[in-house]
């Protein structure tokens, strides 16, 4: 499993190193842009056929105008190329990934969003496991449940939900998860690494990810464009901004901001 995961992650990590190689030793590609396909990541954008897709809509046909992109039938999509590969993994290595998501507090949202993180890896057939803190928890309870599913090999991917409550140091526990299970993104050397040309991060942020996933299954081609984003929060508009970069001509921010492209 792990020799598994480290040849996946090498795949990933070569297929994105190269691309930004690309980038920064031709300038002209830096206007041109690769496709998105061929930048960093997993599963999927390296490995995804688009003939395999008729697009929702050719935006290209159609322009100016507004589409709305069907995300539940993609996630299903999604869904069922994890589940097989889940079930592929089991039958042949015997065993399956493990995420592990601590939770602190009873904050409404973030039930919400675990309840469906968690759903979404039974449907997978992904393993997973949970630490419920109180809201008045210590830093140092929140650092234990850290650092016991560190130390729990069938524990390949650990989140914590966030916002955290006020009284903890989000910084110092987000520094604190192991660089190799930080599914999130959120360590502060993954999220630096995809900010810095000639550096991997091992993961992406998801909702990021999930965003471009659902331009490209959309069949909406991204290189070249101009791209804006509004917000630049640490989750979900600085990161977007970033793999825009790799593909769109221009990503900007918008903060607080009505904004005509
Ligand atoms: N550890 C993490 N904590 C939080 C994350 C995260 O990615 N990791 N993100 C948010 C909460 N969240 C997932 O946990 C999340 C919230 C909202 C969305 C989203 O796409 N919202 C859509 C609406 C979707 C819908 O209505 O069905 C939107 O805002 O347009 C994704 C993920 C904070 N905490």
Same mark, same amino acid.
């Given at each position: 499993?792990?020799?598994?995961?480290?040849?996946?992650?090498? *795949?990933?990590?070569?297929?994105?190193?190269?691309?930004?190689? *690309?980038?920064?030793?031709?300038?002209?590609?830096?206007?041109?842009?690769?496709?998105?396909?061929?930048?960093?990541?997993?599963?999927?954008?390296?490995?995804?056929?688009?003939?395999?897709?008729?697009?929702?809509?050719?935006?290209?046909?159609?322009?100016?105008?507004?589409?709305?992109?069907?995300? *539940?039938?993609?996630?299903?999509?999604?869904?069922?190329?994890?589940?097989?590969?889940? &079930? &592929?993994?089991?039958?042949?290595?015997?065993?399956?990934?493990?995420?592990?998501?601590?939770?602190?507090?009873?904050? *409404?949202?973030?039930?919400?969003?675990?309840?469906?993180?968690?759903?979404?890896?039974?449907?997978?057939?992904?393993?997973?496991?949970?630490?419920?803190?109180?809201?008045?928890?210590?830093?140092?309870?929140?650092?234990?449940?850290l650092s016991c599913f560190h130390e729990d090999p069938s524990i390949h991917g650990i989140?914590?939900?966030?916002?955290?409550?006020?009284?903890?140091?989000?910084?110092?526990?987000?520094?604190?998860?192991?660089?190799?299970?930080?599914?999130?993104?959120?360590?502060?050397?993954?999220?630096?690494?995809?900010?810095?040309?000639?550096?991997?991060?091992?993961?992406?942020?998801?909702?990021?990810?999930?965003?471009?996933?659902?331009?490209?299954?959309?069949?909406?081609?991204?290189?070249?464009?101009?791209?804006?984003?509004?917000? &630049?929060?640490?989750?979900?508009?600085?990161?977007?901004?970033?793999?825009?970069?790799?593909?769109?001509?221009?990503?900007?921010?918008?903060?607080?901001?009505?904004?005509?492209?």
């Open positions: 499993m792990t020799l598994l995961y480290k040849s996946l992650s090498r *795949r990933v990590l070569l297929t994105y190193a190269a691309m930004k190689r *690309r980038i920064t030793t031709d300038a002209h590609q830096i206007l041109v842009s690769p496709p998105l396909k061929s930048i960093d990541f997993p599963d999927i954008w390296t490995s995804f056929s688009f003939s395999d897709y008729s697009p929702i809509t050719t935006l290209y046909d159609t322009p100016q105008t507004a589409t709305v992109i069907d995300g *539940r039938a993609i996630a299903e999509e999604i869904t069922s190329g994890i589940t097989s590969e889940v &079930r &592929r993994m089991k039958n042949s290595i015997g065993n399956v990934p493990g995420l592990a998501v601590i939770m602190v507090g009873q904050g *409404r949202d973030s039930q919400t969003y675990v309840r469906k993180k968690l759903g979404a890896c039974e449907e997978a057939g992904i393993q997973s496991k949970i630490s419920t803190l109180p809201d008045n928890c210590t830093e140092d309870q929140v650092l234990n449940a989140l914590v939900q966030l916002p955290l409550p006020q009284h903890l140091d989000e910084g110092k526990i987000l520094n604190s998860v192991q660089l190799e299970k930080d599914v999130d993104g959120f360590h502060p050397i993954n999220m630096g690494n995809l900010a810095m040309w000639g550096r991997e991060p091992l993961f992406l942020p998801c909702t990021p990810k999930g965003c471009i996933e659902l331009l490209i299954r959309s069949g909406v081609e991204i290189s070249g464009k101009k791209a804006v984003v509004i917000g &630049r929060s640490n989750i979900v508009g600085l990161p977007t901004s970033l793999l825009l970069q790799f593909s769109a001509e221009a990503p900007c921010y918008c903060q607080r901001c009505a904004c005509i492209y």
